[in-house]
């Protein structure tokens, strides 16, 4: 059997699956994205045999990877999906995933997204707002099928994260304030094609401290808690995701303190739990495999400029996100400082500044890690450029997740006008 992901051979080559990555590479060319099934499928089964003491069920979070490929991977493994728009609702429906696994999170479905879901029986929506339930109520009516709703707790909680991925604060766009919370839940019985089913939060991403995961959840319990004494059905908690990992180290993710804050809440609990992991599911499984096209010195900078760009991966450029780079052959050898930059016209477009690394000829390959989530799902074509190419390494082979448009394809596109 060969290592998880992506490691080197006695040679220092990076391999997966047992196969090398610079062979990839010529076969599907440059940049290419590769994901490994092999860690998914690690990763899933951890999750869950982390959470298998409470009675719950995971929900992928599409938007972390959205290849329809990759969703009907964990779709055979048994996950459900969390989406946020329809356009997700439809890749995981051409995934294999039923809609009664499907969750509707989000703050700005709109009503013809909302029509769909309902027609399509989806397993149920968490809302954002009141204004958002009576937009469900008008299509649920109008339809005359019921829907399922579940209040998405916005519990004033900052959980250390990136400003731009933390969802939990209250200046933020998402949820409804703890306050508003019992209104509303009430408000939900008095509507005949409204079905409410519970509560839920998610307070961001990349969450290293499991304190904040503890809080939010004691706070989501206690007002579920206290909505059942007063005599309301609330069936199941949506416990969401944002469980950290460690891009700068290779290092599993802190599922035993995971663990342990779920069987403190929630062992032996009534509650039906839903979780929503996204990042951990896939980030690891996936490399952006990138060329350098030229090394550039200035007077006391090195450049290694890759084909790799921020239109690939706008982590760095976005949230300073760090990813580690290794070339894929060499990693001995005399060390520089660089920056490692795409060749797109911006200072901004950057995968990694004032980086230690091999130093690296032309044409060398290089492997930026952890990209299997929130990386090409985050593409762009700026620059006219193309697409980089997918495979999804499987039992030993490797698969084009997609056909990706050239340039010409892009262009034939395009309506042209005549200007006269
Ligand atoms: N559930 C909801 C309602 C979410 O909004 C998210 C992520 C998740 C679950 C999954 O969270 P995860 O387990 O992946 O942390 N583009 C950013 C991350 C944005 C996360 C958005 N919401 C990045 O590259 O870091």
Same mark, same amino acid.
């Given at each position: 059997?060969?290592?998880?992901?992506?490691?080197?051979?006695?040679?220092?080559?990076?391999?997966?699956?047992?196969?090398?990555?610079?062979?990839? !590479?010529?076969?599907?060319?440059?940049?290419?994205?590769?994901?490994d099934?092999?860690?998914?499928k690690?990763?899933?089964?951890?999750?869950?045999?982390?959470?298998?003491?409470?009675?719950?069920? &995971?929900?992928?979070?599409?938007?972390?990877?959205?290849?329809?490929?990759? &969703?009907?991977?964990?779709?055979?493994?048994?996950?459900?999906?969390?989406?946020?728009?329809?356009?997700?609702?439809?890749?995981?429906?051409?995934?294999?995933?039923?809609?009664?696994?499907?969750?509707? %999170?989000?703050?700005?479905?709109?009503? #013809?997204?909302?029509?769909?879901?309902?027609?399509?029986?989806?397993?149920?929506?968490?809302?954002? %707002?009141?204004?958002?339930?009576?937009?469900? #109520?008008?299509?649920?009516?109008?339809?005359?099928?019921?829907?399922?709703?579940c209040?998405?707790?916005?519990?004033?909680?900052?959980?250390?994260?990136?400003?731009?991925?933390?969802?939990?604060?209250?200046?933020?766009?998402?949820?409804?304030?703890?306050?508003?919370?019992? %209104?509303?839940?009430?408000?939900?019985?008095?509507?005949?094609?409204?079905?409410?089913?519970?509560?839920?939060?998610?307070?961001?991403?990349?969450?290293? =401290?499991?304190?904040?995961?503890?809080?939010a959840?004691?706070?989501?319990?206690?007002?579920?808690?206290?909505?059942?004494?007063d005599?309301?059905?609330?069936?199941?908690?949506?416990?969401?995701?944002?469980?950290?990992?460690?891009?700068?180290?290779?290092?599993?993710?802190?599922?035993?303190?995971?663990?342990?804050?779920?069987?403190?809440?929630f062992?032996? %609990?009534?509650?039906?739990?839903?979780?929503?992991?996204?990042?951990?599911?896939?980030?690891?499984?996936?490399?952006?495999? !990138?060329?350098?096209?030229?090394?550039?010195?200035?007077?006391?900078?090195?450049?290694?400029? &890759? =084909?790799?760009?921020?239109?690939?991966?706008?982590?760095?450029?976005?949230?300073?996100?760090?990813?580690?780079?290794?070339?894929?052959?060499k990693?001995?050898?005399?060390?520089?400082?660089?920056?490692?930059?795409?060749?797109?016209?911006? @200072?901004?477009?950057?995968?990694?500044? #004032?980086?230690?690394?091999?130093?690296?000829?032309?044409?060398?390959?290089?492997?930026?890690? !952890? !990209?299997?989530?929130?990386?090409s799902?985050?593409?762009s074509?700026?620059?006219?450029?193309?697409?980089?190419?997918?495979?999804?390494?499987?039992?030993?082979?490797?698969?084009?997740?997609?056909? @990706?448009?050239? &340039?010409? =394809?892009?262009?034939?596109?395009?309506?042209?006008?005549?200007?006269?």
């Amino acid at each position: 059997m060969h290592p998880l992901g992506f490691y080197r051979d006695k040679n220092n080559e990076l391999n997966v699956q047992g196969i090398k990555l610079d062979s990839l !590479t010529e076969k599907y060319g440059s940049p290419l994205f590769i994901y490994d099934t092999g860690l998914m499928k690690e990763r899933y089964e951890v999750f869950q045999n982390t959470v298998k003491n409470v009675k719950g069920n &995971i929900h992928y979070a599409v938007k972390a990877n959205d290849s329809v490929n990759i &969703i009907k991977f964990f779709g055979k493994l048994g996950a459900g999906a969390d989406i946020v728009s329809i356009g997700e609702f439809h890749k995981c429906i051409a995934a294999g995933i039923t809609p009664d696994k499907i969750i509707f %999170s989000g703050v700005g479905k709109d009503k #013809n997204e909302i029509e769909i879901a309902i027609r399509n029986k989806i397993l149920q929506f968490n809302i954002e %707002s009141e204004e958002e339930l009576y937009d469900i #109520n008008q299509v649920a009516s109008k339809l005359k099928i019921t829907a399922n709703i579940c209040l998405r707790i916005n519990p004033d909680i900052a959980p250390n994260t990136h400003k731009k991925i933390s969802t939990g604060e209250k200046e933020t766009k998402f949820g409804i304030d703890n306050e508003d919370i019992f %209104s509303i839940y009430e408000k939900l019985h008095k509507l005949q094609y409204i079905n409410p089913v519970g509560l839920g939060v998610h307070i961001g991403s990349q969450i290293f =401290d499991f304190n904040f995961f503890h809080k939010a959840y004691s706070n989501l319990k206690t007002v579920a808690d206290k909505l059942k004494n007063d005599g309301f059905k609330v069936p199941t908690l949506d416990l969401g995701g944002g469980i950290g990992i460690y891009y700068d180290e290779n290092k599993n993710p802190d599922f035993e303190t995971y663990k342990k804050v779920i069987s403190d809440l929630f062992l032996d %609990s009534e509650y039906k739990l839903s979780f929503e992991p996204g990042r951990i599911l896939i980030a690891e499984a996936g490399v952006l495999v !990138t060329k350098v096209i030229r090394n550039k010195k200035n007077k006391d900078k090195n450049f290694i400029i &890759i =084909d790799a760009a921020m239109n690939n991966l706008i982590r760095p450029t976005l949230y300073d996100a760090y990813h580690r780079i290794e070339p894929v052959k060499k990693i001995s050898g005399k060390k520089i400082i660089a920056d490692i930059v795409g060749p797109i016209c911006e @200072t901004g477009d950057f995968i990694a500044l #004032n980086r230690k690394i091999t130093e690296v000829n032309n044409n060398d390959l290089l492997i930026i890690r !952890t !990209t299997g989530a929130y990386s090409s799902v985050m593409k762009s074509n700026y620059n006219a450029r193309v697409d980089a190419v997918e495979v999804l390494i499987y039992n030993g082979n490797s698969y084009k997740l997609k056909e @990706t448009d050239n &340039i010409l =394809d892009i262009i034939s596109k395009e309506k042209i006008i005549e200007f006269i």
